[in-house]
C-alpha cells in the first residue's frame, strides 16, 4: 500500500504475531470474501500512557481504496478500546495525505497537536507520488465517554492561552495550579 516506506514492522507478519502476543498491540484484518487481505489496523498500548492507546499500523491496499475500510477500522479499534475501560484513542495522521484523518474527524476525534517534519519522506503509492519534503503529523484525541470535567496542571506562563485553547477544543477547561 504504501511501497515500503511505512512503520517498519508492518513488512513483518511474524513482528506483529509478536506485538500481538506480547500485548503490545491489538490487530485487526480486513479480507474479502475470498480471504485476500484488504487492509490492516492495531491498537497500539502503550504502558508510558496507561488509560489511552493509539489507534495506527492501518493500510488499505490500493485496489480496496474507497470501499469504507479505514472507516470500519475506527471504529471498531474505538469499539476495542471501550471493552479495554480506556479513557480514550488518539490517532497520527499525515497531513500529505486527507483520507487517513476523513474517518477519524467523522468520529469526533479532535486535532490537538502537530508535529512538524517529524517523518522522513514516505511515499503513499498513488496518492502523493510527488511530495518531497519530510512529513508532518496531525495528532487527533477522542474520549471513549464523556470528557472530564477539567484537568489541573501548572501551566507556564507562555504557554498557558495556547494549552487552554486545545484543550478547550477537547472539550476540556484547564484549571491552573
Known sequence: AYGYSYCEHIY???????????GKVRSFVAVTGEGE???HAWLSFLAQDQGIA????????PRFRGLGCLGSFARILQEEALQENLEGVFVESVTAHGYSQK???RDGFRDCALLLGKISRT???????EEKQ?????????????PPESRRFALPSRHREMLRKIYAHLNVPLVDF
Open 12 to 22: 513483518y507478519p511474524e513482528r506483529i504475531a509478536e506485538l500481538n502476543a506480547r
Open 37 to 39: 487481505i484488504m487492509g
Open 54 to 61: 493509539e489507534m495506527g499500523g492501518a493500510f488499505v491496499d
Open 103 to 105: 474517518p477519524v474527524h
Open 123 to 129: 511515499r503513499f503509492r498513488e496518492i502523493d507520488e
Open 134 to 146: 519530510r512529513l508532518s503529523l496531525l495528532v487527533s484525541f477522542r474520549f471513549l465517554d464523556n
